[in-house]
């Protein structure tokens, strides 16, 4: 029976392996004349329902982009420009968001669970109704955001800048806001 289970165990490494090389092999995608590839410039593009799950954007310019329900899920939008972008009921499970740029985003509905968000700059960013459980958003600046009916359970917000964020019936069970500033922040816990 081990041998059995160690051999299964092989072949899925083995199939595993050659997804992934197959993967780098394939050529940028194209949507919406949008070459879905590292620190590309596509402003403005309709990327609504897109599957761009898993791919490399990082240093990409979406800059007002609409991604309105794309799955990106796993996705690495590291040091990404999404500024003003409609992200409304997105995937971004699991999604690679470090020193990302989402400035006023609309990002109502997103599915964020397990994102990593650290050193990003989500100024004026609407996450209401927005799902963050277990995001990992330390050194974020969250200056101006909303966060009605959010869910924050278990996040990590260290050393977060909150100034001026809106905090209506928000769930923050077992978050963690330690040397976040608030001030200004209207329903920030207090008993940090």
């Given at each position: 029976?081990?041998?059995?289970?160690?051999?299964?165990?092989?072949?899925?490494g083995l199939a595993a392996a050659s997804h992934a090389a197959q993967a780098e092999?394939?050529?940028?995608?194209?949507?919406?004349?949008?070459?879905?590839?590292?620190?590309?410039?596509?402003?403005?593009?309709?990327?609504?329902?897109?599957?761009?799950?898993?791919?490399?954007?990082?240093?990409?310019?979406?800059?007002?982009?609409?991604?309105?329900?794309?799955?990106?899920?796993?996705?690495n939008l590291r040091g990404a420009n999404l500024d003003?972008?409609?992200?409304?009921?997105?995937?971004?499970?699991?999604?690679?968001?470090?020193?990302?740029?989402?400035?006023?985003?609309?990002?109502?509905?997103?599915?964020?669970?397990?994102?990593?968000?650290?050193?990003?700059?989500?100024?004026?960013?609407?996450?209401?109704?927005?799902?963050?459980?277990?995001?990992?958003?330390?050194?974020?600046?969250?200056?101006?955001?909303?966060?009605?009916?959010?869910?924050?359970?278990?996040?990590?917000?260290?050393?977060?800048?909150?100034?001026?964020?809106?905090?209506?019936?928000?769930?923050?069970?077992?978050?963690?806001?330690?040397?976040?500033?608030?001030?200004?922040?209207?329903?920030?816990?207090?008993?940090?």
């Amino acid at each position: 029976m081990t041998r059995l289970f160690t051999t299964a165990l092989l072949l899925l490494g083995l199939a595993a392996a050659s997804h992934a090389a197959q993967a780098e092999e394939d050529p940028p995608r194209e949507i919406n004349g949008c070459v879905l590839a590292p620190r590309s410039s596509c402003p403005g593009v309709d990327l609504r329902h897109a599957d761009l799950s898993g791919r490399d954007l990082s240093g990409m310019d979406l800059r007002g982009a609409k991604l309105a329900r794309a799955d990106m899920r796993l996705v690495n939008l590291r040091g990404a420009n999404l500024d003003g972008a409609d992200l409304q009921a997105a995937r971004l499970q699991k999604a690679f968001l470090q020193g990302v740029s989402m400035v006023g985003a609309d990002l109502r509905g997103a599915d964020l669970e397990f994102a990593r968000i650290s050193g990003a700059d989500l100024r004026n960013a609407n996450l209401n109704a927005s799902n963050m459980e277990m995001v990992r958003a330390d050194k974020s600046n969250f200056t101006g955001a909303t966060f009605i009916s959010t869910d924050l359970q278990e996040a990590k917000l260290s050393q977060t800048n909150l100034s001026n964020a809106l905090f209506e019936g928000t769930v923050i069970r077992y978050a963690i806001f330690q040397d976040a500033v608030m001030d200004g922040c209207i329903g920030c816990p207090t008993d940090w």
